[in-house]
């Protein structure tokens, strides 16, 4: 099968582990997935992760010989994989598409803060402090 072309996988978890989807069953659509990681958010805090998926990003692209860039993820994995194709690698544009599966964006979302058990929120977590508005 012929390439068409490299897609950076970023994984799930919350932004505090690893989800097990990696991304391998789009290969089977002609693209060569490779898989970002990033620090959780006990390990640094927003915009650490970003600046992880960015120096991914290079790398893969470095590598791709010419094919267009695609980033993709699911839940934080997604919401990483719009940042970066929205803001770019090193200029906006330069992503050529996206793939964002159950991709939290609104942390002020009344659903997504009443599912969560008290203490548990994901977005304090990364952030270092609760979501607030304007």
Not at 61 to 90: E, I, K, T, Y
């Amino acid at each position: 099968m012929t390439e068409r072309a490299v897609l950076l996988w970023i994984h799930g978890g919350g932004w505090r582990a690893r989800a097990e989807e990696d991304g391998r069953a789009l290969a089977s659509l002609g693209l060569r997935v490779v898989e970002a990681t990033y620090r959780f958010s006990h390990q640094a805090r927003w915009p650490a992760q970003l600046d992880d998926v960015r120096e991914a990003a290079r790398a893969a692209w470095s590598g791709a010989d010419g094919l267009p860039l695609l980033v993709g993820g699911d839940s934080a994995g997604g919401m990483l994989a719009l940042q970066l194709a929205l803001r770019g690698v090193d200029r906006p544009g330069d992503v050529a598409g996206v793939l964002a599966y159950w991709a939290p964006v609104d942390p002020l979302d009344p659903e997504q803060r009443r599912r969560r058990a008290p203490g548990d929120d994901p977005w304090t977590d990364l952030l270092g402090h609760p979501p607030a508005a304007g």
